[in-house]
Structures are given as C-alpha cells and as structure tokens.
Nanobody
Framework: QVQLVESGGGSVQAGGSLKLSCAAS??????MKWYRQAPGKQRELVAS???????TYADSVKGQFTISRDNSENTVYLQMSNLKPDDTAVYFC???????????????WGRGIQVTVSS
C-alpha cells in the first residue's frame, strides 16, 4: 500500500523550530514536496526535492525552511526555523513518480499535520 505519513508537528512559540518528517512506504517517489494550508487560505507549495537532492522553495520560506530527504529511509524532512505565527497551518506531504510505461505521474498525499506558532 502506497502511503505517506507525516510526523513532528505541534505547537511552538514564535522564533522556535520544528522538524517535520514524512515517511513513504510502498514506493519510491521521484519528487517529494511539502505543502501547507492555513485557515481560510488555499493550499500552497512550500518546498520540493528531487531524488537527486535538487530543491526549490517558496519565496516566503527561503532561508527559513530546509527540505531534505533520506533515500535509504524513504523519508523527507522539513526543518523549520525562526517560526512565525503566519507559519501556522496544516502541513501536507506529497509524492509523485512517473508511471512506468505510460504518460503522466502517480501521486500520493499525506493526511496532514498541524503546526501552530504562537506569538
């Protein structure tokens, strides 16, 4: 069964840090991403990482968040530092991989995990 399971969320005061983990099972995703969705807002892409380690970040988190992956553990991480109340959101892990022998990609979402930053 293909699935993504997030962990590491919680509540922290502004200026604090959290590290999210997302453990994948059932397949290896070529690209893994973190999204977040704040109350009343659309889901937004936070960061992505390819299997070779190439990363991209939303402008709003550059220099503040770091995405990494451990391919041996099939896990992606999101290190979040200097957290602000605006970072409060449900964070979702996402993975995609090409469909062998066909067009398009196969993808999967985690259930999401709450991150709350208080001022």
């Amino acid at each position: 069964q293909v699935q993504l399971v997030e962990s590491g969320g919680g509540s922290v005061q502004a200026g604090g840090s959290l590290k999210l983990s997302c453990a994948a099972s059932g397949t290896i995703f070529s690209i893994m991403k973190w999204y977040r969705q704040a109350p009343g807002k659309q889901r937004e892409l936070v960061a992505s990482i390819g299997v070779g380690g190439t990363t991209t970040y939303a402008d709003s988190v550059k220099g503040q968040f770091t995405i990494s992956r451990d391919n041996s553990e099939n896990t992606v991480y999101l290190q979040m530092s200097n957290l602000k109340p605006d970072d409060t959101a449900v964070y979702f892990c996402y993975g995609e991989r090409p469909i062998i022998g066909g067009p398009g990609v196969s993808d999967c979402w985690g259930r999401g995990i709450q991150v709350t930053v208080s001022s």
